[in-house]
């Protein structure tokens, strides 16, 4: 489960070929220290370090931060230089080392973290056990899931309408869900009964399937943000699903990232552009054009 991300920005610092300690703060449960020095005069070369410790919010069960760290040069020596981060147990350092057109400067970094934290899924059956607040039954592979109709029907279009005086299943006491597994229906349904689940790289694509098809608009959102701002998931597979399941900003982040020919042409050779809408081929065909 993510939260919002965490955001600081660096005092400005000089920096020549000594090997300088710059800075050592703490923000929101984070603490960093930032070194850096210019360790090659022909050409020019800079090597920056950043050490975190963020045993402050192990203990609030965050279990890793993912995001980006930029470092920048005051007088424009270098271009912004930009890092992910995946911060975890056993990886609390990151370095990046490049040119610049002087051997001294003024410069400061800036992280965004975004905290992920440790969420016990209950069990199945916890989940769906009789009780007061349940009133119907689904049946999945065989197996009953307790469930109530008013609350199902508020997160899902497609069980209000299920459950109506329209459909004979909503008058029945046990309901058949068929041709989807148990695993796949309980998951979908775990992102909001009892307690909000959230996704990951495992689950993202049969999230996204589930809530197309259940017409649960919620599971699409938390998706849509996961993919915007914590996944991993390469830029192909990833513009695919944004253009699958209906998530513009996602799309238009992903046709930005298209920015070399080389990245449009291993596109254009993955398995997933062949099944992209006319209408994504035609800004990727845009994307290049403008290239050339």
């Given at each position: ?123 199945d059956d916890e ?139 291993k596109l254009h ?24």
């Amino acid at each position: 489960m993510a939260r919002d991300a965490i955001e600081y920005k660096s005092d400005i610092y000089y920096i020549d070929s000594s090997n300088h300690v710059m800075e050592t703060a703490s923000h929101k449960g984070i603490k960093c220290t930032w070194t850096g020095k210019c360790v090659n005069l022909t050409p020019y070369r800079f090597s920056y370090k950043w050490k975190f410790d963020w045993d402050e919010l192990k203990n609030e069960r965050v279990d890793k931060l993912t995001g980006h760290i930029t470092v920048c040069s005051r007088n424009q020596w270098f271009p912004p230089m930009k890092i992910d981060v995946e911060l975890t147990e056993n990886k609390q350092e990151f370095a990046i080392e490049f040119e610049c057109r002087n051997n001294t400067d003024t410069v400061y970094y800036q992280y965004s973290l975004t905290p992920h934290y440790i969420f016990e899924k209950p069990s199945d059956d916890e989940m769906f056990a009789p009780s007061d607040q349940n009133d119907t039954i689904l049946v999945v592979e065989g197996k009953k899931l307790h469930v109530s109709k008013a609350f199902l029907s508020y997160h899902s279009e497609y069980f209000r309408a299920l459950f109506s005086s329209n459909f004979k299943e909503g008058q029945m006491d046990e309901i058949p869900i068929e041709d989807v597994s148990f695993g796949d229906f309980a998951l979908l349904l775990s992102t909001f009964y009892p307690n909000p689940v959230f996704p990951n790289e495992e689950t993202v694509e049969t999230l996204l399937e589930m809530g197309r098809r259940f017409l649960v608009s919620s599971a699409i959102r938390i998706s849509d943000y996961h993919l915007m701002n914590n996944s991993k998931i390469n830029n192909g597979k990833m513009l695919w699903m944004a253009d699958e399941y209906g998530m513009p900003e996602l799309l238009e982040k992903c046709i930005r990232e298209l920015d070399t020919v080389d990245k449009v042409k291993k596109l254009h050779q993955s398995p997933e552009y062949e099944m992209l809408s006319d209408n994504t081929k035609v800004k990727v065909l845009d994307i290049l054009i403008k290239m050339i």
